[in-house]
């Protein structure tokens, strides 16, 4: 997986589904269930009769040299921290739309207290089962959504649900490109589901030099 800066990502929560996706188009093939191996280990991808994808993201991360332990204030904002093969930046707001992800976004990814960088996500809650992201992802800039991020998200939530005695069934989070579902299952694992759609198809030519 390639950011738009060039650099490679560890892995690529939407663009997994797509791999998924194509595979099963240009082969053909019933399979209902894929593993697909990335930078971040291999994922499972269960292919769902609704045409969605479901893709086992793994056990969240919450202490890593990419970012501080527990809760950190910069820009004047708190921020959560878990990495889901990437690092992630997570911090709840009241209004998300007042939250500038291109102006805030690069100075939180190239904060030096993120030695490889960091993806930011803010979060407002909507209901107890969805909350609205924005997204600022590492070496791309502002995105319509993030797989990994949706993860993150949903990892922190349910780690600060579980502090409150509270669970958690699947969430909705609504991304300004669409909505991606998430749950845990008994190993801790974040499960994510959502659509892939073709979007356009095209050739390259390649000769040598």
Sequence with gaps: YYNADGTIAEM???????????????????????????????????????????????????SHPDFPDGLFTLENIEFQFVSMGNPHAISFVKNILKINISEIGPRIENDYHFPNKINVEFVEKISDNCFKVKVWERGSGATLACGTGACAVCAIIIKNCVRQGLTLNEITLEFPGGNLYLSENEKGEIILRGPAVCVFKGEIEWTEI
């Design 12 to 62: 690529c929560g939407n663009g997994i589904r797509c791999v998924a996706k194509f595979f099963l188009e240009k082969t053909k093939s019933n399979l209902k269930e894929l593993s697909i191996d990335t930078r971040a280990g291999i994922k499972k991808v269960i292919c769902n009769k609704d045409g969605s994808f479901s893709v086992n993201m793994g056990v969240p991360v919450f």
